[in-house]
């Protein structure tokens, strides 16, 4: 090959490689996908967020979603919102090290903390807000925000594995106890106290999720074939529950139902599996999880290897005796990340299922039967950016962010003290946290989450 013609190959190779970087910019620019999608505390909400800004979103129709909020700031990985409150706790890759809590109806930011390292989790309830670093934990009481306790050399937590009890009575934390093992710490937010140790798997733990009433917490190893569910009251095992038997998975996420009666689980597999746990779990073998069925062969096989039990080997007793799923979603979602939940929706239980393209999959579950989940509806997140002519820009209508904002304008408590929506004082800042921290009444309706309509007296004529 001459000089000549070797100049001419590398030219070409160039003016290829160019097109293909040019071409495969111009196909990520058409596809935006989330960077984080998280519910809050009670499954009422979901959070979406890209690198272009953040949404929040109330789940209370099949219909559609609500957009509750949406936030242009960029580059946020963190956005907790607690329960159905207006106060969000956000961190940004731009600064991963500090912590803001904001009140985003009116705009205001309440306070902000920064701490030694980046920041991994946030995790709120109505009495503590926790803080996860790779090697620490920060215990907040979420009135005043003060920092009540910290938890230092933790076994390195890169992923920021930890799950709080939304639970005032059982307000505990749990997270990883050792770095090559599945110990688990369960912490006592209140008394600050270490609860109880669980050896919980061999492998290290993958997801972590306590019940709704925080008695109970369920653990998955980085093996993924077993999911166990231990009592927070003296780490007693009460269910294990088997995913597969066939391969290893990653497990994504863990998910009780408000009741506490059901269990999903999602992870790097095309199947959602969903177990159904017994009221009151017995000591002896049985099939826990598993559809409640005592006749034909289910119920023959479960009784023969009840009563042979001590005559087989234990890891096939173990495997025999496991839960399997009592209802389940196959999708097609495979290479995704994919997180589920189990949420009360117009007083019917249903399964949400979320994957990082930014979809939404919502579907029914039989409490009763069990088996295939139907699909009622799929909703799209996060949309993909197109280009806008500037004339139908200016005349697109308002976002929630920005109605949000006029609305905290024309505040009628803010015209009376003569300012803007976005001001307020230590004081009212003090009593944001303090009546969103407040555990809302059963027994009344309320207008408004955040006190913004008081009971007024009126005088008899």
């Given at each position: 090959?001459?000089?000549?013609?070797?100049?001419?190959?590398?030219?070409?190779?160039l003016v290829?490689?160019?097109?293909?970087?040019?071409?495969?910019?111009?196909?990520?620019?058409?596809?935006?996908?989330?960077?984080?999608?998280?519910?809050n505390?009670?499954?009422?909400?979901?959070?979406?967020?890209?690198?272009?800004?953040?949404?929040?979103?109330?789940?209370?129709?099949?219909?559609?979603?609500?957009p509750?909020?949406?936030?242009?700031?960029?580059?946020?990985?963190?956005a907790?919102?607690?329960?159905?409150?207006s106060?969000?706790?956000?961190?940004?890759?731009?600064?991963?090290?500090?912590?803001?809590?904001?009140?985003?109806?009116?705009?205001?930011?309440?306070?902000?903390?920064?701490?030694?390292?980046?920041i991994?989790?946030?995790?709120?309830?109505?009495?503590?807000?926790?803080?996860?670093?790779?090697?620490?934990?920060?215990?907040?009481?979420?009135?005043?925000?003060?920092?009540?306790?910290?938890i230092?050399?933790?076994?390195p937590?890169?992923?920021?594995?930890i799950s709080?009890?939304?639970d005032?009575?059982?307000?505990?934390?749990a997270y990883?106890?050792?770095?090559?093992?599945?110990?688990?710490?369960?912490?006592?937010t209140?008394?600050?106290?270490?609860?109880?140790?669980?050896?919980?798997?061999?492998?290290?733990?993958a997801?972590?999720?306590?019940?709704?009433?925080?008695?109970?917490?369920?653990?998955?190893s980085?093996?993924?074939?077993?999911?166990?569910?231990?009592?927070?009251?003296?780490?007693?095992?009460?269910?294990?529950?088997?995913?597969?038997l066939?391969?290893?998975?990653?497990?994504?996420?863990?998910s009780?139902?408000?009741?506490?009666?059901f269990?999903?689980?999602?992870?790097?597999?095309?199947?959602?599996?969903?177990?159904k746990?017994?009221?009151?779990?017995?000591?002896?073998p049985?099939?826990?999880?598993?559809?409640?069925?005592?006749?034909?062969?289910f119920?023959?096989?479960?009784?023969?290897?009840s009563?042979?039990?001590?005559?087989?080997?234990?890891?096939?007793?173990?495997?025999?005796l496991?839960?399997?799923?009592f209802?389940?979603?196959h999708h097609?979602?495979?290479?995704?990340?994919?997180?589920?939940?189990?949420?009360?929706?117009?007083?019917?239980?249903?399964?949400?299922i979320c994957?990082?393209?930014?979809f939404?999959?919502?579907y029914?579950?039989?409490?009763?039967?069990?088996?295939?989940?139907?699909?009622?509806?799929?909703?799209k997140?996060?949309?993909?950016?197109?280009?806008?002519?500037?004339?139908?820009?200016?005349?697109t209508?308002?976002?929630?962010?920005?109605?949000?904002?006029?609305?905290?304008?024309?505040?009628?408590?803010?015209?009376?003290?003569?300012?803007?929506?976005?001001?307020?004082?230590?004081s009212?800042?003090?009593?944001?946290m303090?009546?969103?921290?407040e555990?809302?009444p059963?027994?009344?309706?309320?207008?408004?989450?955040?006190?913004?309509?008081p009971?007024?007296?009126?005088?008899?004529?």
């Amino acid at each position: 090959m001459s000089l000549s013609e070797g100049v001419d190959l590398l030219r070409q190779g160039l003016v290829t490689g160019i097109a293909g970087l040019m071409a495969g910019g111009e196909g990520d620019a058409d596809t935006t996908q989330a960077s984080f999608i998280t519910f809050n505390q009670d499954t009422t909400c979901v959070a979406v967020g890209t690198t272009s800004g953040y949404s929040l979103y109330t789940l209370n129709s099949t219909d559609a979603l609500e957009p509750v909020y949406q936030s242009d700031e960029p580059d946020v990985y963190i956005a907790e919102r607690l329960f159905s409150s207006s106060l969000v706790a956000v961190v940004s890759s731009s600064n991963a090290r500090t912590l803001r809590v904001c009140h985003f109806k009116k705009g205001t930011e309440i306070c902000r903390y920064s701490y030694g390292d980046r920041i991994r989790a946030v995790r709120m309830n109505r009495s503590r807000l926790v803080v996860c670093l790779e090697e620490s934990l920060y215990i907040h009481n979420i009135r005043d925000m003060k920092v009540i306790h910290t938890i230092r050399d933790t076994p390195p937590n890169p992923s920021g594995l930890i799950s709080l009890s939304c639970d005032n009575t059982h307000c505990y934390l749990a997270y990883p106890g050792h770095s090559h093992t599945g110990e688990l710490q369960i912490f006592d937010t209140i008394n600050l106290a270490s609860r109880v140790i669980i050896p919980a798997h061999e492998g290290q733990l993958a997801a972590l999720q306590f019940s709704p009433t925080g008695t109970r917490i369920a653990t998955a190893s980085e093996k993924g074939t077993v999911i166990r569910v231990f009592s927070t009251h003296d780490g007693s095992k009460l269910y294990e529950l088997r995913r597969g038997l066939k391969r290893t998975a990653s497990i994504y996420s863990l998910s009780f139902s408000p009741c506490g009666s059901f269990l999903a689980c999602s992870s790097n597999t095309e199947t959602i599996h969903v177990f159904k746990l017994d009221d009151k779990p017995t000591q002896t073998p049985a099939l826990a999880g598993s559809p409640p069925s005592d006749d034909g062969w289910f119920g023959y096989i479960n009784t023969m290897v009840s009563a042979s039990a001590g005559y087989l080997p234990s890891q096939v007793t173990d495997t025999l005796l496991q839960g399997r799923a009592f209802a389940s979603v196959h999708h097609n979602q495979t290479g995704t990340k994919t997180i589920c939940a189990l949420a009360m929706i117009r007083k019917s239980l249903r399964l949400l299922i979320c994957n990082d393209e930014g979809f939404l999959h919502m579907y029914s579950l039989d409490q009763d039967e069990g088996g295939d989940c139907s699909l009622i509806k799929q909703f799209k997140l996060v949309e993909s950016p197109t280009i806008v002519d500037q004339n139908e820009f200016l005349e697109t209508t308002e976002t929630p962010e920005t109605s949000a904002k006029q609305d905290a304008v024309v505040s009628y408590s803010d015209k009376l003290k003569n300012r803007t929506g976005n001001e307020m004082t230590d004081s009212e800042k003090f009593h944001e946290m303090a009546s969103a921290a407040e555990t809302p009444p059963k027994t009344c309706f309320l207008l408004d989450d955040d006190g913004e309509f008081p009971p007024v007296a009126f005088a008899a004529s």
